[in-house]
């Protein structure tokens, strides 16, 4: 069987746009840098799923040391990283090493292989038509469940945010546990937005109270 993207082959050649939030993660199994890895090996935890249209871009390069970086902060709130790229598990070795060597910055999470650019389809980030990998720029935030919350998508030139993505993955989890919604820029320990009334009623009775304020109340978490 052949470990590079054992994925359903009906669905890769169905899928030709980004999954949904809330649509489930497509399945795969893959070599890594660190060992054959699938989505399922993170069930029960959060994972942030970030591809990358070839090994040793620049840009690419910077967001791997950025990553490498925040590694810690990410294990704090119970996330993984796995990165994709679409070059093969030799070369991604070779890229990892020479971080290493040139940044001083070992790279502590899995890059999965994907020279045939199966998982890439499975995921939406190629279209049926693609002449090259420069649309596998997409991160993924997975939750426990293996549900995609969030898709954030860059284009080759720009690199992508780490701490944007680790407040991401932090006003997901504050907002599952409890009927909350986070405001622009919210950080954690920031106010947040308590949810509105749902009758007439219940707005009716807000407004003789005095509150005009009713679909737009701060709170504390």
Same mark, same amino acid.
């Given at each position: 069987?052949?470990?590079e993207?054992? *994925?359903?082959? +009906?669905? =890769? ?7 949904m939030?809330?649509d489930d993660?497509?399945?795969f199994?893959?070599?890594t840098?660190m060992g054959e ?10 994972? $942030?799923?970030?591809?990358?249209? @070839?090994?040793? =871009?620049?840009v690419?390069?910077?967001e791997?040391?950025a990553?490498a970086k925040?590694?810690d902060?990410?294990?704090e ?13 030799s070369?991604?070795?070779?890229w990892k090493h020479? *971080?290493?060597?040139? /940044?001083?910055?070992?790279v502590?999470?899995? *890059? $999965?292989?994907?020279? +045939?650019?199966g !998982?890439?389809? @499975?995921y ?9 990998? @420069?649309t ?5 935030v997975i939750?426990?469940?293996g ?9 080759m030139t720009?690199g ?11 006003a997901?989890?504050?907002t599952?546990a409890?009927? *909350?919604?986070t405001p622009e820029g919210?950080?954690?320990g920031?106010?947040? !937005?308590?949810?509105?009334?749902? =009758? /007439?009623?219940k707005?009716?009775?807000?407004a003789? +109270?005095? +509150?005009?304020?009713w ?5 504390s978490?």
């Open positions: 069987m052949n470990l993207s054992e *994925i359903s082959t +009906a669905e =890769t050649e169905l899928r030709t746009h980004l999954p939030i809330g993660a497509p399945a199994r893959a070599r840098t890895r699938g989505l399922d090996t993170y069930r029960g935890r959060w994972l $942030v799923f970030f591809s990358h249209p @070839a090994d040793f =871009t620049p690419c390069t910077s791997f040391v990553f925040a590694f902060r990410f294990r709130l119970e996330c993984d990283l796995l990165a994709l790229s679409v070059d093969s598990l070369s991604h070795l070779a020479s *971080i290493e060597h040139r /940044f001083g910055v070992r502590p999470f899995p *890059i $999965v292989e994907d020279p +045939a650019m !998982i890439a389809r @499975a939406g980030m190629l279209p049926a038509n693609a002449t090259s990998s @420069a596998v720029r997409t991160t993924f939750d426990p469940e549900v995609i919350r969030a898709t954030v998508s860059y284009p720009v992508r945010s780490v701490d944007e993505i680790l407040r991401l993955v932090s997901l989890q504050a599952d409890a009927e *909350i919604s919210w950080r954690p920031d106010p947040v !937005i308590v949810a509105p009334p749902l =009758t /007439f009623d707005i009716s009775a807000k003789e +109270a005095g +509150a005009s304020d679909y737009y109340r701060l709170g978490a």
